[in-house]
């Protein structure tokens, strides 16, 4: 891909497999990543231990030169950190920063594959191609609910589908960036797909964008 140049938004709500698509789609086409959603939970996680007077001030600072690489030894994904990146998600100015990183890392990065809730809609409006990923709601509970127990052997199930039903309500439902299906995206739906087989449908269309735009 080093003389092919391509930009993939990947879209959807909480635990439909959207990171796990994007990660292997981003591997297997040597394409460098970011995680928004990772972005909003570094960024709660930080309003959390810190608790700073201005919000604002204090997170742009902490994303003005911010080393992705730093995300990668933290716990980022906690009930708590979860609940709070609904919250801030919500924000304008919040968002504003955030976005500002998104933009300069796909500039900097032509070759790129964005995942989060807003990327094909706000983010990457232009990029080649756009999946939305979907789930039905007990699937996604379940695949969450193992994720956390990895670090919290208390939580329960029940637990874990409440709070998605409410994050993906926020997220649905907020007046700034909500959750929506870009007209020109194309629908993964994870509920009984395995990795591969996501790899192989997502692949299809890369394979596709590719020989129509440098082969042809």
């Known amino acids: 891909m080093k003389d092919k140049k391509i930009q993939i938004a990947c879209d959807g709500g909480a635990a439909t497999g959207k ?26 996680y930080l309003l959390i231990k810190y608790k700073p007077k201005n919000k604002i001030t204090f997170l742009k600072k902490n994303f003005k030169n911010l080393n992705l690489n730093k995300l990668k030894k933290l716990n980022l994904h906690t009930a708590e950190i979860s609940y709070q990146s609904s919250i801030i998600a919500k924000i304008y100015k919040v968002r504003g920063i955030l976005k500002v990183f998104q933009i300069k890392f796909s500039k900097k990065y032509k070759n790129c594959c964005i995942e989060g809730r807003d990327i094909a809609t706000n983010i990457l409006p232009n990029s080649d191609i756009k999946f939305y990923f979907v789930c039905n709601l007990n699937t996604a509970s379940f695949r969450r609910y193992k994720e956390l127990k990895k670090n919290n052997k208390k939580i329960k199930l029940k637990e874990v589908k409440k709070a998605l039903r ?15 299906k870009h007209r020109a995206a194309i629908e993964i739906d994870t509920g009984k797909l395995s990795k591969q087989a996501m790899l192989k449908k997502m692949s299809k269309y890369v394979d596709k964008f590719i020989k129509t735009k440098y082969v042809n």
């Open 19 to 44: 990171s796990t698509g994007a990660k292997m789609i981003a591997k297997k086409y040597k394409l460098n990543f970011l995680s928004s959603g990772l972005l909003y939970r570094y960024a709660s």
């Open 166 to 180: 409410i994050r993906n309500n926020y997220d649905t439902k907020r007046r700034i960036s909500p959750l929506q």
